[in-house]
């Protein structure tokens, strides 16, 4: 019947979005700004990830054909400034972290700016509930179920037109090659910072991960109760760390201290810091070294692949899911 057939296809799109997603949506302080891709760039891949060596594609920079959007939003320091998901998914059930990182605009206009330049991370999302190999599969993550990557706009980050990327990285396929990488980028105007100094470390995207780095290569599928790499370069001081490796101390969001600062962040990650820059737009540029530096955030990843791990596709591992 018509109407039959109708409402298995909404179920069948209805799932698929609540699986699969992108980021379209901007919130500040909680409420959304604009209609979709009023200041998220609008791309063409859909809900579909980026995976294995198309991480160091050019359009891994803000997905493929990304265009600019129409308005630029303006943010204080302090802001809390969400990438909401598109497509009426509501929720975020991959496991994963998140991260967003930023590039000043080069001509001060982030509707021209091709994010070709350095980016540097202003937020990392980990693991927020203490638990076991199984949880890490799941609710262990900061974002599950959130349906949007959020973080303070940190004091430290100067005054300008920026383009803003926020993802999250799903790890179910990532012990196969294929960790998954959602993102989007936002068009966004930082007023009211005291802050002068370009932050840094910084790195190109592409060019941040590598699918042979520790972070990217995990392994959800052994014994591992933590996430001891934290993926690409690390937080700018005074940018935000939420969670932690093994989650034990709760869902917290706490100042980093930088690559060269001595907190309880892992600022030791100090990776970027001194690797040289990729050329501009170097496609099949190789990644700053980041499993050199990536050993300060403390844990054991030789837990991964194990026996057991599924094939990489996210319908494997919601048979998987299913039966535990
Ligand atoms: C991922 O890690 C496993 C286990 O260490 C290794 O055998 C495999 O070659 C790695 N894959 C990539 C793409 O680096
Ligand atoms: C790392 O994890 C593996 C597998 O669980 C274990 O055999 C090994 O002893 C651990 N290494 C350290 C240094 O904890
Ligand atoms: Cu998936």
């Known amino acids: 019947m018509k109407t039959t057939a109708t409402l298995s ?11 699969h997603y992108t980021f379209d949506k901007l919130l500040v ?14 791309h063409t891949r859909g809900y579909m990830p980026t995976k294995g060596t198309e991480i160091l594609a050019k359009d891994f920079t803000c997905n493929t054909n990304a265009q600019a959007a129409p308005q630029v939003m303006t943010v204080k320091p302090g802001d809390k400034i969400g990438f909401q998901q598109a497509f ?13 990182y930023m590039t000043l605009a080069k001509n001060g206009d982030s509707k021209k700016e091709d994010g070709s330049g350095d980016w540097f991370k202003v937020a990392q999302s980990l693991i927020c509930k203490a638990g076991n190999a199984e949880s890490l599969r799941n609710d262990a993550w900061c974002s599950w179920k959130e349906n949007n990557v959020n973080f303070v706009m940190p004091e430290s ?6 383009l803003v990327r926020a993802e999250h990285i799903a790890l179910h396929g990532a012990h196969a090659g294929a960790a998954e990488f959602y993102y989007a980028c ?14 840094g470390p910084t790195t190109k995207i592409p060019g941040v991960y590598a699918v042979k780095d520790k972070a990217i290569n995990f392994s959800l599928w052994g014994s591992s109760t933590s996430y001891p790499e934290i993926p690409g370069i690390p937080v700018i001081a005074g940018g935000e760390m939420r969670g ?14 930088g690559a060269s600062g001595s907190s309880s962040a892992p600022a030791t990650n100090n990776n970027a810091a001194a690797a040289p820059a990729a050329p501009s737009g170097g496609n ?4 700053p070294s980041n499993n050199g530096g990536n050993k300060g955030f403390g844990g054991n990843t030789s837990a991964a692949a194990a026996a057991g791990a599924p094939a990489s596709s ?11």
């Not at 296809?9 to 699986?19: D, E, F, Q």
């Not at 980050?157 to 920026?162: A, I, L, R, S, T």
């Not at 005291?194 to 932050?199: D, E, G, L, R, S």
């Open 314 to 324: 996210c319908k494997a591992r919601r048979v998987k899911r299913s039966q535990s």
């Open 186 to 199: 936002a068009q966004i105007k930082v007023q009211g910072s005291k802050a002068t100094a370009a932050p």
């Open 157 to 162: 980050v100067p005054d300008g037109e920026y």
């Open 9 to 19: 296809a909404l179920i069948g799109l209805a799932s698929l979005t609540s699986a």
């Open 284 to 287: 099949a540029a190789p990644a």
């Open 88 to 100: 009426g998914a509501n929720g975020i059930e991959h496991p994963g972290p998140t991260q967003v």
């Open 29 to 42: 302080n909680d409420v959304k700004q604009g209609g979709d891709n009023t200041y998220i760039r609008k």
């Open 244 to 257: 932690s490796a093994d989650g034990k101390s709760g869902d917290k969001r706490v100042a980093a201290a």
